[in-house]
């Protein structure tokens, strides 16, 4: 099984750059996904990482450190409409099921 | 094409009831997911199934909640019994079958129930 970890909330302000960071402890690894789900609305698939090292995505960017157990979402030049949850999963060996945190709910600020 | 959707977007039952929540996945997509979410919470897994078979229930909370997808396609939760806390949000996801994304999941927009 897995267990993931995020912070609850965070806030930043609009134009900044924010990291949300994901620690997780698993038996078996084969990837780590983040998703972002506004208010009542589904998860949308921002990243998923299964190499150690970083992916870029326009605006988002997405760490893998397999080694260490953690991996971090990097948001820049923030816009008020990334306010949301955002929510880190991991994918055991042998499973296809998502394991997700609990969700950082993330509030920019003007 | 059309993304995942789910019926009804809202459910209402006393307790005791029986519900059935409906989820079409994306065509083509094999693999289906019935995820639950709780307020403030991240999706816990259920249960899913590859084509009309069910590979993995180990998520199910109790004998009261049962899926199915008996075509491979369409699928259907049902809970039984409905107790206050099954009130959640109820989330269908599918994947495509084969390729570099074949781990993605694409959810569809819940189901919220509320169990008065």
């Known amino acids: 099984g897995q267990n993931i970890d995020q912070p609850t909330e965070m806030t930043a302000t609009e134009g900044a750059i924010v990291q949300i960071n994901c620690t997780y402890q698993t038996s078996g690894f084969n990837g780590l996904f983040w998703y972002q789900q506004h208010a009542g609305e589904a998860p949308t698939f921002l990243s998923y990482?299964?190499?150690?090292g970083l992916e870029e995505k326009g605006r988002f960017s997405s760490f893998l450190s397999r080694s260490k157990g953690y991996s971090y979402l990097l948001l820049k030049e923030l816009q008020m409409k990334d306010s949301a949850s955002y929510l880190c999963a991991g994918l055991d060996t042998g499973r296809r099921a998502l394991t997700f945190g609990s969700g950082t709910r993330l509030q920019v600020q003007p | 094409g059309a993304g995942v959707s789910q019926s009804p977007r809202y459910k209402v039952a006393k307790r005791g009831q029986d519900v059935a929540l409906r989820c079409d996945p994306i065509s083509g997509h094999v693999s289906l997911f019935w995820y639950q979410q709780a307020l403030g919470q991240g999706p816990e897994f259920l249960t899913y199934f590859q084509n009309e078979a069910q590979l993995d229930k180990s998520g199910l909370p109790s004998d009261r909640f049962f899926a199915e997808r008996p075509e491979g396609s369409v699928s259907t939760l049902k809970i039984q019994r409905t107790q206050q806390e099954d009130s959640a949000v109820y989330l269908c996801?599918?994947?495509?079958?084969?390729?570099?994304?074949?781990?993605?999941?694409?959810f569809g927009p819940g189901t919220r129930l509320t169990v008065t």
């Open positions: 990482n299964v190499l150690d």
């Open positions: 996801a599918s994947s495509p079958p084969a390729g570099e994304r074949r781990y993605e999941q694409y």
